[in-house]
């Protein structure tokens, strides 16, 4: 089963770009609207900033149909967040809740996604900035 990884951008950047448009979502960010990027970037030009990455995704081989299409896949998802402001900390978290709502609601075929890491994380290109990264896999049901 392939899974298009542009499906899983623009579904997240929909699902913070709606949450930057909420009263809450406007005050703790500031009337910012995130930035959502498809890859691993240093160089964190808008805060905030949201980047996810597909870092895994094999075909099981006992999913494999007799026709060679591919039925079970392991897939993992990197997602960094990154803000700058005085108040970096609560805006990270807060991201972090909706990404966190938009992965473990994503129902893709019989699959399922769980968090496997959330957690700060120094970002040794610029101190100044708040970086927390999470791992989401996916849990066939």
Do not use: H, W
């Amino acid at each position: 089963m392939l899974i298009e990884f542009p499906n899983i951008v623009k579904g997240l950047r929909k699902a913070i770009g709606d949450y930057s448009k909420t009263a809450v979502g406007k005050k703790v960010l500031a009337d910012r609207t995130p930035s959502v990027n498809d890859s691993y970037t240093n160089d964190i030009a808008k805060c905030p900033c949201v980047t996810v990455e597909e870092k895994v995704n094999v075909a099981l081989a006992k999913g494999r149909e007799i026709d060679n299409s591919e039925t079970l896949s392991r897939l993992m998802y990197e997602v960094n967040l990154y803000d700058n402001l005085s108040n970096k900390v609560e805006v990270c978290y807060k991201l972090a809740n909706v990404v966190n709502d938009y992965f473990m609601g994503l129902q893709i075929q019989n699959m399922r996604f769980v968090r496997i890491t959330c957690e700060p994380i120094a970002n040794t290109a610029n101190a100044n900035i708040y970086r927390i990264i999470m791992r989401f896999e996916n849990k066939n049901i």
